[in-house]
């Protein structure tokens, strides 16, 4: 049983860039949020989707979006990014309709370095 | 919102000990509490949680306590192990579906 994938598993842009990263849930999960980790901080979430909408939102700008697919796989993007930018990008799958909802899964996070 | 702090940031124990690690929450309508384990480069891994309706919960070494009433829980490893040391992470969420709002997290080493 595949958990959570996450790719690229690192990355490196410029100042003003975009990205895009990519999230493939746990079989059977149907929601899929995403958090920052700054480094030596605890995961800071962004936003959550599930049906193909954007359901919750956390305290980011709107250079923060994202998309979720009919497989339930997910992408997030970043525009104009800035050095602050620079994070551990985490995926996390759930689904709405297990015996104990709304257990999280992590997969291993894609590294973006902002130069 | 809600808002979660974890202290220690970071604790060292002798193998064989017992590691204690606490967080606090601010929203009383909190009714889950994870912990999550990660190690170096990866991901945080569910280790143990805890619901509102329950006061303690035990798997193996780890168990959990919750006091509702002080807003706050904790994470007990007894009899710790080399491959304890990682960053432990607590985390608070409102309702089912909601965003988790995480401590600052703790940085566990044991020493053989």
């Known amino acids: 049983d595949a958990g959570v994938t996450q790719s690229p598993t690192h990355l490196i842009k410029t100042r003003g860039q975009q990205v895009t990263l990519r999230c493939s849930p746990k079989s059977g999960h149907d929601t899929v949020s995403w958090y920052q980790q700054a480094l030596g901080q605890g995961p800071q979430f962004i936003f959550q989707y599930y049906e193909e909408e954007e359901r919750q939102r956390g305290n980011f700008p709107d250079r923060f979006s994202g998309h979720q697919f009919p497989n339930y796989s997910s992408e997030l993007n970043v525009n104009a990014l800035l050095l602050g930018d620079s994070a551990l990008y985490l995926c996390?799958?759930?689904?709405?309709?297990?015996?104990?909802?709304?257990?999280?899964?992590f997969g291993e996070g894609s590294r973006l370095t902002v130069l | 919102g809600e808002n979660v702090e974890q202290h220690p940031s970071t604790l060292s124990v002798q193998e064989g000990d017992s590691a204690v690690i606490k967080c606090t929450y601010s929203d009383s309508a909190s009714n889950y509490f994870p912990w999550y384990k990660q190690e170096l480069g990866k991901g945080p891994q569910l280790i143990i949680d805890?619901?509102?309706?329950?006061g303690e919960k035990k798997d193996q070494r780890i168990a959990v306590t919750l006091n509702k009433t002080a807003k706050h829980f904790s994470l007990h490893i007894t009899e710790t192990q080399p491959e304890d040391s990682a960053v432990y992470f607590c985390?608070?969420?409102?309702?089912?579906?909601?965003?988790?709002?995480f401590g600052g997290g703790t940085r566990v080493l044991v020493k053989p």
């Open positions: 996390a799958s759930t689904s709405r309709s297990a015996v104990y909802p709304g257990e999280l899964f």
């Open positions: 985390a608070a969420r409102i309702a089912a579906g909601n965003k988790l709002t």
């Open positions: 805890i619901r509102s309706n329950v």
